[in-house]
């Protein structure tokens, strides 16, 4: 768990990050312009406010903040719009609202009707997110004065003249309530959104964002509108362009169209609720259906703004880190628990540390409980040492830096920061994070660590309660007045992602030891560089039966070397600043890796090291397993799980058991992993692993000769002792099946409908299905199948379909899947039938195409412009023996493409009479809910 960020407890815990999406018609006032009103006016230049690092404010005056983050050798442009209104601006009876709002931005205005098609059309990759002090919306496009001009008038718009109409929100409310169904699934979610509602009295972070139920269902639809018109507004927001922009023109842009918004007379509300000392242990029992335990702890901390949060950052780190965190060593490591983990809210307003770990059921509760507390509570007594902090503070900062490298990111997060109080807190933080010392740390622990500041137990009396007293609210403008921050990462240039250019840089070749590469230099931001390695070997006969074997070989590989132990790898991967995976299967195994050019020699030692010499340490073998048994046995009772293995076995029964292919079940998953041992797994590693056949791919900011001479000299020599041919995928026509798994106490279930096909991607007819495709499950929530299921029904949050091909082999498939309400099954079913059933006998307009096309082309055009993307393409297209002309050709055949060739298509390859269902979801549950009338059949 992510010891600061609240990005990911939002998604996984509370289920409140949302993309948008669109449609609306109503009444409303005239759209604000996007140009400016009087031309023969001109505005006055605005001054900048302040600047950190490449970063500059400015307050236009209206009220809005902009911050604008020049990165020249992104190929993009991103807008972030946050608004500095969260759940926690909500009163009774609308808690979920800033959420359920910000679904209904995304339903339209007079002038964009249609919001998922106009951002498809224009290639974005936008999203809308929810959370306790804010509300933000984004979207990434690619680099252009147009793009700029349209995004910044389109936030402008939807500021003030989106629909909030009734009849959105009636429709809306089933989705948002599937999305918290869908959270309903998560013991875990749900274990900490009740810890967090018992250590909240009053302050309303012991509200989960998604709401209650019952207030999603019945809150009106004028409340919404008035929260709407309270805190939508330039005072109250803040807009960050970060990518490739002229500085200048974009300053003159948000002044023309955001800067335009006037500011409402009446301020700006504000809250004042403050939570009281906590006096004394609180516990909340959780009972669901699950198959593992859990603990969950939380402690009172100060506002994210504090100075001392730093050292709460810090402690957050030493105590929760894997495997160097006080807690790992004593409860994984002992056998105790299997997982343990560390996370904190950074927020405006006093927040929480807290501590988790989850047990298997056969582990016993109470000796794990007393550990867990014992090790946080009296942490203080142990003080901290000089190398638990510098290893802690090492993490945290490469997060930074890693962070500031990815100005899209980093536009993205700066909304966090401001909500906490200002934005330059990300720089300040960072540089106090660099002065914490270990006794700040103890200080930390002894002050907040306490029982009676703790949710977890059980309420007891005592004479002489010891209280953890916050500090005083401190003046974060005092704070950060005159900050200036370090100097400017290098710029990079500006790159072109297009086929022709990528090509026109690539060097190809072959180093003497038979590993083939691709290389791109190009100057990036950070001075960056990407590497991939794949490597193959075996054949089918050899790996027969030795999948979880090579499963274990791969996962051990970063867990240890004979020079280096997994903590000193880990140690010595944060100093260098490199993001490295390592993964791997009875096939082949690939590497990635990501950092700066002046650290990338002494990582690929270290790499080398790992690939070359691992220990396969019998402890932390045994770790390993004890955490893939947690993990599989997780997710043992999920309809996700259930769903999707019975699903792939049906479309997949071509491959025996022992076969690479083969897809287990769950109760064979578990033998095999409790079944494997290391000898096993080291014996797989010996007959099997060498760089005998491989690619290689680097993109980024490096010495191309100093590199390739690097590579040969680390893995020339190393061939693997096993031979080496291609294990080929089989077609099989399956014909229909339907499977019903009941998956009791889950408040939603999932839907996967599907075929197998004949199917190479260099086929005839594979760009008009990839385009058919794209329009009927795929873009941002412009699909068909999103319009009418999770738009016009409100059946489902999460809808799509997919269409894939193998490069080799005439392979493929075709999938469409959904979450939803286990009592919609039926109505569920028949959208997707009747959509896929359009879709292949009436086919496309040649508007939809033309406008789906568009956006397709600029979504491939800016996945190239990731270079850890485009290293992993140039590493397949080695192993096929491809250039990025087959892409050029693709996009050629894509860009002629009428709508009858690819209804032809799609005709000719998929029909629903053809598909295997699975449907996987409590049924059982929800007849004996509904009333006799509205029961869903027997058999969903």
Same mark, same amino acid.
């Given at each position: ?17 949302? %993309? ?21 006016? $001109? ?19 209206? @009220? ?138 009053? *302050? ?6 998604? @709401? ?56 700006? %509300? ?113 003080? =901290? ?85 916050? %500090? ?50 190009? $100057? ?249 495709? =794209? ?96 290293? *992993? ?7 096929? @023996? ?13 860009? $002629? ?25 409590? =049924? ?17």
């Amino acid at each position: 768990m992510p010891r600061r960020t609240p990005l990911f407890l939002l998604a996984t815990l509370l289920v409140a990050s949302t %993309p948008g999406w669109a449609k609306g018609s109503a009444p409303a006032p005239k759209p604000v312009a996007t140009a400016p009103a009087r031309a023969a006016t $001109k505005a006055p230049a605005l001054s900048p406010m302040t600047s950190v690092e490449g970063i500059t404010e400015y307050r236009m005056p209206n @009220g809005l903040r902009v911050l604008l983050f020049p990165d020249p050798t992104k190929p993009t442009v991103t807008v972030n719009v946050t608004y500095f209104v969260g759940s926690k601006h909500e009163g009774y009876g609308e808690t979920g609202m800033a959420h359920l709002l910000e679904h209904l931005m995304f339903k339209g205005t007079p002038t964009t009707t249609n919001v998922p098609q106009a951002l498809t059309e224009r290639g974005a990759r936008p999203n809308g997110t929810t959370w306790l002090d804010r509300t933000n919306y984004y979207e990434t496009l690619p680099a252009s004065d147009d793009n700029l001009r349209w995004a910044l008038g389109f936030e402008a718009d939807r500021m003030v003249h989106s629909f909030i109409a009734k009849k959105d929100l009636d429709s809306e409310m089933t989705v948002v309530r599937n999305e918290l169904e869908s959270g309903e699934n998560n013991p875990r979610g749900i274990l900490f959104a009740r810890v967090m509602s018992t250590a909240y009295l009053w *302050h309303n972070y012991g509200k989960s964002t998604i @709401g209650a139920r019952a207030d999603l269902e019945h809150v009106p639809i004028d409340r919404l509108q008035a929260f709407y018109r309270r805190y939508y507004r330039p005072d109250n927001a803040m807009v960050v362009v970060a990518g490739r922009f002229d500085e200048a023109k974009a300053l003159a842009l948000v002044r023309d169209t955001l800067g335009k918004v006037p500011r409402p007379a009446a301020p700006v %509300p504000t809250t004042y609720t403050q939570e009281p000392t906590q006096d004394g242990e609180r516990e909340v029992t959780l009972r669901r259906v699950g198959d593992t335990q859990l603990l969950t702890s939380v402690y009172h901390v100060p506002e994210g703004a504090h100075p001392e949060f730093a050292a709460i950052d810090v402690l957050t780190e030493v105590l929760g880190d894997v495997p160097s965190g006080r807690l790992y060593k004593s409860l994984v490591e002992t056998k105790q628990a299997s997982r343990a983990s560390a996370f904190n809210f950074q927020l405006r307003d006093p927040g929480v540390i807290g501590f988790s770990t989850e047990l298997r059921q056969d582990q016993p509760l109470a000796p794990a409980r007393d550990t867990l507390l014992k090790e946080v509570e009296e942490a203080a007594r142990r003080p =901290f040492t000089a190398d638990e902090v510098t290893r802690a503070k090492t993490s945290l900062l490469k997060q930074v830096d890693l962070l500031l490298n990815n100005s899209e990111r980093a536009a993205i997060l700066l909304s966090e920061w401001a909500a906490i109080g200002d934005w330059r807190l990300l720089f300040l933080h960072r540089d106090r994070i660099s002065e914490v010392k270990p006794e700040d740390v103890t200080r930390a622990a002894a002050a907040y660590l306490k029982p009676s500041n703790r949710t977890l137990g059980t309420f007891l009396p005592t004479p002489q309660p010891d209280r953890a007293e916050l %500090p005083s609210p401190v003046d974060v403008a005092k704070m950060v007045d005159g900050y200036q921050g370090r100097a400017k990462v290098a710029q990079g240039e500006a790159f072109d992602p297009s086929p022709a250019n990528v090509e026109a840089r690539v060097e190809r070749g072959e180093l003497p030891g038979g590993l083939r590469y691709a290389v791109l230099p190009k $100057k990036t931001r950070g001075e960056m560089v990407n590497v991939v390695l794949d490597l193959h070997w075996g054949t089918e006969e050899t790996v027969r039966g030795r999948v979880d074997a090579a499963q274990y070989a791969s996962r051990m590989l970063m867990r240890g070397t004979t020079k280096h132990s997994r903590q000193q790898l880990m140690d010595a991967l944060d100093t260098l600043k490199a993001r490295v995976s390592v993964d791997g299967s009875s096939l082949e195994a690939s590497v990635s890796i990501e950092c700066p050019r002046d650290n990338l020699a002494e990582v690929l030692k270290l790499i080398a090291e790992v690939l070359r010499e691992p220990a396969f340490d019998a402890n932390e073998f045994a770790l390993l397993k004890q955490e893939r048994l947690t993990a599989l046995e997780a997710q043992r009772s999920t309809p996700e799980t259930q769903g999707g293995i019975a699903f792939w076995r049906a479309l997949s029964p071509q491959y025996p058991k022992g076969h690479p292919y083969y897809v287990p079940t769950m109760d064979e998953r578990l033998a095999s992993v409790k079944g494997t041992t290391l000898e096993e797994a080291r014996a797989f590693y010996q007959d099997f692993y060498g760089a005998s056949h491989g690619e290689l791919a680097v993109v980024g900011d490096f010495d191309t000769k100093q590199v390739l001479a690097q590579v040969q000299a680390l893995l020339g020599d190393w061939k693997s002792r096993a031979p080496y041919a291609r294990v080929p995928y089989s077609y099989v026509d399956v014909g229909a099946k339907a499977v019903t798994l009941e998956t009791p106490d889950k408040a939603n279930a999932y839907f996967l409908a599907g075929q197998s096909l004949s199917l190479r991607d260099d086929d005839a007819d594979w760009p008009a299905l990839t385009l058919g495709n =794209f329009m009927l499950g795929g873009g941002f929530l412009n699909s068909r199948l999103a319009t009418r299921v999770r738009q016009q029904e409100g059946l489902s949050y999460g809808v799509g379909s997919s269409v894939r091909a193998s490069e080799l082999d005439a392979v493929g498939s075709f999938v469409t899947y959904a979450i939803y309400a286990p009592e919609n099954a039926a109505k569920l079913e028949s959208a997707m039938r009747e959509e896929l059933s359009r879709a292949t006998q009436q086919g496309f307009s040649v508007e939809e195409l033309t406008k789906a096309r568009a956006g397709l082309l600029e979504y491939r055009q800016t996945s190239r412009a990731q270079d850890g993307s485009l290293a *992993h393409q140039l590493a397949s297209y080695l192993y096929l @023996g491809r250039t990025l002309g087959f892409d050029a050709e693709l996009e050629r055949k894509l860009a $002629k493409l009428t709508p009858d060739e690819v209804r032809r298509a799609m005709a000719a390859r998929l029909s629903w009479d053809r598909v295997s269902i699975v449907k996987a979801g409590d =049924f059982a549950g929800a007849r004996k809910k509904a009333p006799a009338s509205d029961a869903p059949p027997a058999s969903p």
